[in-house]
């Protein structure tokens, strides 16, 4: 069966530290990826997107990065944090062709930047 | 750009009512729209979607939507509601770059009351 993973669930790190968040999926291959950003409880910002390996679209300019070392990888960084980042982050993906439910999410990390 | 719009931040029904939650959208060409379910701290789940065919559109936990071209809306229905309904839902629309990529409305918040 086709799932998704993300973790951690929780996050709570200081301003100016490191941050990396995993996503995988299983039991497809060469999915399209997507991090969002879910501030205040409301509207979803797409931050990232991936068609491949090492091939990673930015939406917005920001303190964030992504990567995808493999096919079914997905990793959303940051070398310094700020307040700014806090937020509930949501990892989603999209197989070739559409699939019959477009996005499958994952279950979300909560981020508190403090 | 394709675009859609909920006019309502929040939506309050009895239970046992019907429920509508409004959305509108904004696209050249035929449009794929979905809907989308979140629950506190949660991931979004999908609900139904519409890509052609039948206006009415049938999904998960007796939700259905009706697609109006005229209008262009595709309002989220539900002849009964029910207290477990209360939650944040979210219309969307596939954008036509050839990433798949989804553009969410600002999201409902319905409130079902006892």
């Known amino acids: 069966s086709q799932t998704i993973h993300q973790w951690p669930a929780t996050l709570v790190q200081p301003v100016g530290s490191p941050l990396s968040l995993e996503c995988t999926v299983e039991?497809?291959?060469?999915?399209?990826l997507y991090w969002y950003r879910q501030a205040a409880g409301r509207g979803l910002q797409l931050l990232f997107y991936s068609v491949g390996i090492g091939q990673i679209s930015s939406e917005v300019p920001q303190n964030l990065s992504a990567s995808r070392p493999q096919d079914r990888q997905f990793i959303l960084s940051s070398k310094k944090l700020l307040l700014s980042d806090s937020g509930f982050y949501l990892c989603a993906w999209m197989p070739l062709p559409t699939g019959n439910r477009g996005y499958t999410f994952g279950s979300g990390t909560r981020l508190t930047v403090v | 750009a394709q675009s859609v719009a909920q006019p309502e931040d929040q939506v309050n029904v009895a239970e046992g009512n019907p429920l509508t939650v409004k959305c509108t959208y904004s696209v050249s060409g035929n449009p794929y729209l979905f809907w989308y379910v979140q629950y506190p701290n949660r991931g979004l789940q999908f609900l139904l979607k519409y890509i052609t065919g039948d206006n009415l559109v049938k999904g998960s936990y007796g939700f259905e939507a009706e697609f109006n071209k005229s209008q262009t809306s595709f309002h989220l229905k539900k002849p009964s509601a029910l207290v477990s309904d209360s939650a944040l839902y979210f219309c969307?629309?596939?954008?036509?770059?050839?990433?798949?990529?989804?553009?969410f409305g600002t999201g409902t918040r319905l409130l079902v009351s006892p």
């Open positions: 969307a629309v596939r954008d036509r770059t050839g990433f798949q990529k989804l553009v």
């Open positions: 039991g497809t291959s060469n999915p399209n």
